[in-house]
């Protein structure tokens, strides 16, 4: 059989390096515990505002996934509160990605997104919410926050609301950058509680 590959000498010097495996095994056992303390927190917080969200979506314990290939570079997903069917999506994801960012995001589709997302508007003329940003692809499951998936709030017009409104799903996501991961917990739970603010029934 003809060889249709060949290996750099960076590939391979990658390939024998045993202590960069290690240091990979090292960082997703340590994630997998930051997720799980994270999803203690966020349990906490959703029990003194359980008038927010109803029992259908509580009474699903958070999941923790990881995978390899999210736009070739590793990931780790912790969505906590959370429920998927074939026709509702409920979810606050944090994802950590690796090389990229981590991201905590709410997505809502179907009766969820109608329930919400005229409260989700009204909220977002809030300073707080600045740093924040809306999915304007045509797809919830696209995660870099290029210009031509995401925009800032603060730069919504009202042809980019309009066209968010005639889309199935709402996904808004706060950014947190890869390098401030030893202040995840904080971090992410701040903006864990902002989300939150964003569905309360004023």
Known sequence: MKRNTAFTTKEVNLLANKNLFAAKARIIQKLSKELLLLEELYVEEVSTKKETLSEEILKNRGKITKGENLNNLPWMVLDYPRLFNRKNIFAIRTLVWWGKHI???????GNFKKLYEERVFKELNSAKFNALYICISNTVWEHDFTKE??????????????GIKERNFLKISFKIHVKEINELQSKALTKFKLLLRLLHNN
Request: some cysteine; charged content about 20%.
């Open 103 to 109: 991201s905590v995001s709410l997505v809502v589709s």
């Open 149 to 162: 998936n995401y925009c800032k709030t603060s730069q919504l017009s009202k042809k980019i609301i309009d």
